[in-house]
């Protein structure tokens, strides 16, 4: 019996174009006083990055794959296939690299194998939708001889932030900030380089505020006005907004905001013509604001949330979803006095006529630090099988 397992050294999140290490180790469990004949062997280990896409059959029509030849493989259980046995298709995978050939672990014994990959940028992000769905994984195959493929496999998020892949770093080491105390590799200093390029074109791109104003109306005249500080937002930023009633002609009784993403499948894929997009509902704000004169929501967006992107197949886009309750009658009339004594009480009426409305204002939302998204991750750092 051999345990292996995977450990992803700084979390289950990634920015494509970032490299992926992952320290694998393999140990033989049995006690360092066992015979020479508890040794266990195996010949050969392999690992490989992929993703893995998901359609839902009653909304996407997708057009006929190759995947039969996978399939085929799979049912060869002495070949590496990462993907066998998952739903879907492979749409991207990364070269195999063998970790070694011909293990002998003693009673005890452990070793340690590090792989390092660099995650593609022309892949999707990781997303799952209502009719998509993109997922990743590095998956580690390791055989005995004459016995059948074992699958390790370690789901990690990727986020992608266009624009990373176009951008040409220094050729000459001295004009790029470093510490001449650390020893780092090319390829980890680059790495390092490219997160925090990453968080500075973030920092730039939701840091700029400008006042964007609103009018709020319907058939009948003026409800408010809506006020908002920026449109551009990263993963884990509260989105903020003010109402003003107080110059409104129609009284406003309530009103909803809501958080959503919007999944839309492209015209040449979808199951039927004219089908209905998809939506999400990540946060909302509900408030009765009769005779309020100012009104602010705040509303999260969820580090474990898609920010926007768009592929062939599909495409995600994020928007604040607004409903107003207006009253049919002015202000005054919305009360009634309840007794003609000295003390008088005003109450609400029994039954108003109302209108209703709704309203859209899309919103573009960036990703974050990776760092900062794998504390709330689903996925956990480290895994294991034993064979």
Known sequence: MIEVLAKLGRGPVFLAGEVLE???????PLSASSTSASSEMLAWASAQIHCQFHASENRVALPPSDGSKHDVQAENETVFVPNRGERGQCILSTPPK???CDLRLDPGESKSYSYCETLPVDGPPSFRGQSVKYVYKLTIGCQRV???IKLLRVPFRV??????????????EAVAPSNPFLEEEEG???DSRLA???????????????????????TRG?????????TVYKIGEDVIGTFNFSEGDIPCLQFSVSLQTEESIQEEFQRRRGQPVSFTVHARHQESCLHTAQSSFSLPIPLSSTPGFT????????????????????????????SQSEAVTWTGVEQMEVDTFSWDLPIKVLPTNPILASYVSQFSSTNSITI
Request: a positive charge.
């Open 22 to 28: 992952c320290v694998i180790t393999f140990t033989n």
């Open 98 to 100: 063998i970790l070694f």
């Open 146 to 148: 004459n016995s059948p």
């Open 159 to 172: 986020l992608v932030l266009h624009g990373l892949k176009d951008y040409q770093f220094p050729q000459d």
């Open 188 to 190: 980890l200093k680059k």
């Open 196 to 218: 925090d390029l990453a968080t500075e074109l973030l920092m730039v791109a939701t840091s700029r505020r400008s006042l964007h104003l609103y009018n709020i109306s319907n």
């Open 222 to 230: 003026k409800v408010g006005t809506f006020c908002i500080f920026k």
């Open 311 to 338: 592929t062939n197949i599909v495409s995600l886009k994020w928007r604040l979803h607004f409903e107003f309750v207006t009253s049919g009658e002015s202000a005054g009339a919305c009360l009634v006095r309840g």
